[in-house]
């Protein structure tokens, strides 16, 4: 599928200024969701992504008008969240999964992709390249799923860092994964990349410079406990997103 030219989405990506709002792919506490995505809308992200649920995507429908992404790591359960009305579907990402050791190789990701897209052949379509492997075999994972039809792909990272600093060093490297493979992964391919997992208003900038058409922020925001405040990071971000003097990629 090709981004719609004319959308608001695409518009935003072919600036380097697209924020995606991560609720969490196993989140599907319905006030935690409504609460995060409400705040999405209020503070003028781009989009976004909640747990594969068609109850989710009805009850997030009706409180707010931005597009809807839907994540999961089973072919069906995007086609039926995505007839219940999402925008676009997520394969990833898989940072909740990974403490309890499940780990996603090439093969399996490359296999839920040609699943994903048989079901859905229209469906704006992203897929997450896993940060456990090399920075080349993500690059070479992305152009591959690029070929499988994949329109958008993300980047993740942040559980893999350890940051030894506070402040904005720690924030630095926090990031450092997922900005790498943003970097590498936006050489490699000619579709959008999403840089996700880790980041914050400090290195969200720095995910456009490295090459990512947007981003994705989950628990900077959804760790939050209050909406206004949630409201405010979102704010936030896309503050920085706008920043004049940020690069964008042509």
């Not at 720690?170 to 980041?199: D, F, H, M, N, W």
């Not at 900077?220 to 971000?237: C, F, K, P, S, T």
Request: contains cysteine; glycine residues 8%; aromatic residues 2%.
């Amino acid at each position: 599928m090709t981004i719609n030219p004319n959308s608001a989405l695409s518009d935003a990506l072919a600036q380097g200024r697209a924020l995606k709002v991560i609720s969490g792919l196993q989140n599907v506490h319905l006030p935690s969701v409504l609460k995060i995505t409400r705040a999405a809308q209020q503070g003028g992200a781009t989009w976004v992504d909640i747990a594969a649920s068609p109850e989710l995507v009805h009850q997030v429908r009706a409180e707010i008008d931005l597009p809807i992404c839907v994540s999961a790591v089973d072919p069906q359960q995007l086609a039926a969240a995505v007839h219940a009305g999402a925008t676009a579907a997520e394969i990833g990402n898989y940072d909740s999964f990974y403490a309890s050791g499940r780990i996603f190789s090439p093969e399996e990701v490359l296999e839920l992709t040609r699943q994903t897209r048989t079901l859905l052949p229209r469906t704006l379509l992203s897929v997450t390249v896993p940060h456990t492997l090399p920075l080349d075999q993500q690059a070479e994972l992305a152009e591959k799923l690029e070929d499988l039809g994949a329109d958008l792909i993300q980047t993740e990272g942040g559980t893999s860092a350890e940051p030894l600093h506070g402040g904005s060093l720690g924030l630095i490297e926090k990031a450092a994964p997922t900005l790498a493979a943003a970097y590498e992964i936006s050489r490699a391919v000619s579709v959008p990349v999403i840089c996700a997992s880790g980041l914050s208003t400090v290195t969200v900038p720095m995910a456009i410079a490295a090459g990512a058409s947007g981003v994705g922020v989950g628990k900077a925001i959804n760790q939050l406990q209050d909406e206004v405040a949630m409201v405010a990071q979102v704010r936030a971000l896309m503050e920085a997103l706008t920043r004049p003097g940020i690069p964008v990629r042509v």
